[in-house]
């Protein structure tokens, strides 16, 4: 017994220079190790979309055939019985273009939210940047989209739509999409994390997203209803559920960019801005919110 | 007397005191831990959604929701080449303890101070059933923070070391008995050298044959560690490979010193 020493353990600690083992690491230093991880973020993503098939007889083949039957069950209802064209040129790809991308925006928000809830026991068991959580859950959606897109491109060629040097934009339009749903998905991972809550609301929110953003009816032939409220438009314009998928509907519909936008007396010049400002303001902002709380995730 | 700690007046007799050792290095101090983790209820009434929405308006948590003070102060300093054994019975905080040393789970008073960062032995929560032993082997590799290169290195080594059945390397880990499961989640999660080790249970694992060379693998890594900590219920493991035990009863420390002295009152403390 060392009999009247005054000094507490924080600072013996301190004088033997040991540090904090559950500290936040410092923003540049964090932003170091998910960069680090980038190998993990993959592969986790890519076994989790193998697991998630292993169950099922076809497999992987589903990645392909749940799109299709998707687009099956729109043609059904929005082509046939419905036979609505809602004042657009060429509906069906108009459609399926639609659902496509923010299907992809959708999954990748209600992905995020569980991210981190989910994974509560790989949290407590492993050292890893926790911002690789939403990461990969967004990942394994683009890994989907990917497949997505190819039954997209069939589906746009297959009702008549020629193939355009402008197909090569939907390129950076993905890109910037994706820059965008990580940074939504880290938002939603950590609310996810300490109010589950918002699980059981999302449906709810993202159907609501889904009717304002001109998913199934075009966004410029609804607004000339709204001809004397024209900041009511540049706000359903400027919703980034909607700037990501009318950039890729003039980039892959001919008819769309040529025929329907002039006639509404729109232009795309503006969407590239609101895009490249909407992914820059997600995912620093995201990834700033996500970081703040780093330490506390294991919590639950 | 010795250095008490700043505790609230409850805490004070439950902790043996903690002496500061100038003469040894470091590596470990939990100082006045105290953890609580948040356990949502099972099933139950989920409520609507304009009950959900409500209460995410109001910032209040689930109803159900308990939350647990699973350590309650706990002190102690870990020095350079210490292996200490942990025991108590079921529900003392054991584990829970190791992962606030991991630094897994937030401190809700107090601290941990380490040299180094301290990890679990242990990969099972990265791997994934359904998928091969070799997709597993890389996937647990990088969960542990390894690079690719580093993975394809010692890819090899975890295969011989696991002694799997031939080709049952390429089948999903389902198919594998619980031993061969084993074999491959201890073969993956030593691959890693660690600077603070900690180790929950791991041992009780395998037969006869794979104890034995699971041990004499524990000690190889156990010269590259700083320092090693050790869960089990295995009071012989303990007493074997440890130089100090503490006793835990209740998230609290009851006893800290050597093997002998504190596993015989353990024994006689839990009866019979």
């Known amino acids: ?300 | 007397m010795a250095k008490a700690l700043k505790e609230k007046p409850p805490m004070i007799d439950q902790q043996p005191e903690v002496v500061l050792d100038d003469s040894r290095d470091p590596i470990v101090v939990v100082d006045g831990l105290h953890i609580v983790y948040r356990v949502y209820g099972a099933g139950g009434n989920k409520g609507s959604a304009a009950s959900a929405l409500m209460r995410v308006v109001r910032r209040e948590g689930r109803p159900q929701m308990k939350e647990v003070h699973a350590v309650r102060g706990v002190s102690f300093i870990a020095y350079r080449g210490d292996a200490i054994g942990i025991i108590g019975t079921n529900g003392s905080g054991k584990s829970t303890l190791l992962k606030a040393i991991a630094g897994l789970l937030p401190p809700a008073r107090g601290g941990v101070y380490t040299d180094g960062q301290p990890s679990l032995l242990g990969v099972n929560a990265a791997l994934m059933k359904d998928l091969s032993g070799s997709r597993n082997i890389v996937l647990g590799c990088l969960a542990m923070g390894l690079d690719m290169e580093e993975t394809k290195k010692r890819y090899d080594q975890i295969v011989k070391f696991a002694d799997l059945k031939p080709g049952f390397i390429d089948y999903p880990m389902n198919t594998y008995s619980s031993g061969m499961g084993a074999r491959l989640r201890f073969a993956i999660a030593a691959a890693r050298t660690h600077d603070v080790m900690l180790i929950d249970e791991a041992l009780a694992t395998g037969d006869a044959k794979f104890k034995r060379r699971s041990k004499a693998k524990i000690e190889e890594l156990r010269k590259d560690a700083g320092a090693v900590f050790l869960v089990a219920h295995n009071l012989d493991v303990i007493e074997e490979t440890c130089n100090r035990v503490i006793w835990l009863d209740d998230g609290r420390i009851r006893m800290d010193g050597d093997p002998q002295s504190v596993i015989k009152s353990y024994t006689e403390a839990s009866g019979k």
Not at chain 1, 42 to 59: E, Q, V
């Open chain 1, 1 to 300: 017994m060392n009999g009247m020493s005054s000094e507490s353990l924080a600072e013996f600690a301190a004088r033997h220079g040991l540090t904090q083992s559950a500290a936040r690491p410092r923003l540049r230093t964090y932003i170091g190790q998910v960069w680090q991880r980038r190998t993990f973020i993959w592969n986790f993503a890519s076994a989790k979309t193998t697991s998630m098939y292993t169950s099922s007889r076809l497999g992987q083949l589903w990645q392909v055939l749940t799109p299709l039957l998707n687009v099956g069950v729109y043609y059904l209802i929005f082509g046939l019985l419905m036979n609505t064209k809602r004042g657009v040129s060429d509906f069906m790809p108009f459609l399926v273009t639609g659902v496509f991308i923010f299907t992809f925006t959708q999954r990748s928000v209600t992905a995020g939210a569980k991210s981190v809830s989910n994974n509560l026991s790989l949290i407590r068991a492993l050292h890893f940047p926790r911002a690789s959580l939403p990461f990969s859950y967004v990942i394994i959606e683009l890994q989907q989209l990917l497949i997505s897109m190819i039954v997209l491109f069939i589906i746009v060629l297959a009702f008549g739509e020629p193939l355009t040097l402008h197909w090569l934009l939907i390129v950076p339009i993905l890109a910037l999409q994706l820059v965008f749903n990580m940074g939504v998905a880290l938002v939603l991972a950590r609310i996810g994390a300490f109010t589950p809550d918002v699980q059981q609301l999302l449906p709810f929110i993202l159907r609501t997203w889904l009717y304002t953003s001109g998913v199934i009816f075009a966004l410029g032939e609804f607004s000339k209803r709204l001809a004397d409220h024209s900041w009511l438009i540049e706000i359903l314009k400027l919703n980034p559920g909607s700037v990501y998928l009318e950039l890729a509907r003039t980039s892959l519909i001919e008819s769309y960019r040529t025929t329907d936008l002039p006639r509404w007396g729109w232009s795309d010049s503006n969407l590239w801005w609101y895009a490249i400002g909407w992914a820059i303001i997600a995912f620093a902002g995201g990834f700033w919110y996500f970081y703040r709380a780093e330490e506390r995730y294991g919590r639950g």
